[in-house]
């Protein structure tokens, strides 16, 4: 990872910690949930959009891709996860893709039905990059096409190709939670939307964030509502840490079942 792509990720762990470590709370109630957070640069458009032009730049003169968000385990438990669950014939979303490197790794395991969005033109181009510099070097199933989409998913817009069997997110819903523009009871309700709008019955959407504990992602997809969606049917497993005698995770992923 770049110095920048570092820099960013601790920002975003740095961020949560200053909240009283978030996701190092362990077992919470409801009462003592989260359900704001205070406003960042992080959340908004103009930080990633000059953040991805550094990652453009650095791809053109080093080949470095950039970041991976949470890291490659987490990644690989992903992919292995919905390689598991799903046939590679169907379509995969992936919202807030960045530098495109989750749906390579997909790519490269078979699945043929993948499409990137992300509201910076600049993220969409280094994937683009990525993308075809994989494809390049012979990496991956070359009759597998990803497309990539520059897309607000705030902006009540289906997507092309949609439904989608999965609908991925790492660190967007964080970023949406962070935006100091919007109050968060509304763009949730938007993202909340776009979710239902694009992903299939039966489908599975995987949010992976390092601001928001299970229990209060449970909260804002499941117990806030009057009819329940979504229910949580997978874990993927990431790093447990300990903090002051608490032990806990930074980064939680969970796999949720949508059904209307």
Request: hydrophobic residues 35%.
């Amino acid at each position: 990872m770049n110095t920048w792509n570092m820099e960013t990720h601790d920002e975003l762990i740095q961020h949560q910690t200053s909240m009283s470590s978030i996701n190092l709370r362990g077992n919470i109630s409801r009462e003592n949930m989260q359900e704001d957070l205070p406003p960042s640069d992080l959340g908004t458009k103009i930080h990633w959009e000059r953040a991805y032009d550094e990652e453009i730049a650095n791809f053109k003169d080093h080949g470095d891709v950039g970041d991976v968000w949470f890291g490659e385990g987490i990644t690989r438990k992903m992919v292995t996860w919905i390689s598991d669950n799903i046939g590679p014939e169907e379509g995969i979303l992936d919202v807030g893709t960045g530098n495109g490197v989750t749906l390579i790794r997909l790519k490269e395991k078979g699945f043929r039905k993948l499409k990137g969005i992300d509201y910076s033109a600049q993220a969409v181009e280094l994937a683009r990059m990525v993308a075809s510099s994989t494809a390049a070097t012979g990496s991956g199933e070359e009759t597998a096409e990803i497309l990539f989409e520059q897309k607000d998913i705030l902006s009540g817009d289906s997507c092309e190709g949609s439904p989608f069997k999965v609908i991925i997110d790492k660190v967007t819903y964080d970023a949406i939670s962070l935006n100091p523009d919007i109050p968060f009871v509304q763009s949730k309700q938007l993202y909340k939307k776009f979710i239902e709008t694009n992903i299939e019955e039966n489908g599975f959407f995987m949010l992976t964030s390092c601001n928001w504990t299970r229990q209060e992602l449970e909260n804002h997809f499941i117990l806030q509502e009057d009819t329940a969606k979504f229910e949580v049917v997978h874990e993927i497993p990431t790093p447990s840490l300990s903090f002051g005698g608490t032990s806990g995770r930074n980064v939680t992923s969970i796999v949720f079942r949508y059904q209307k």
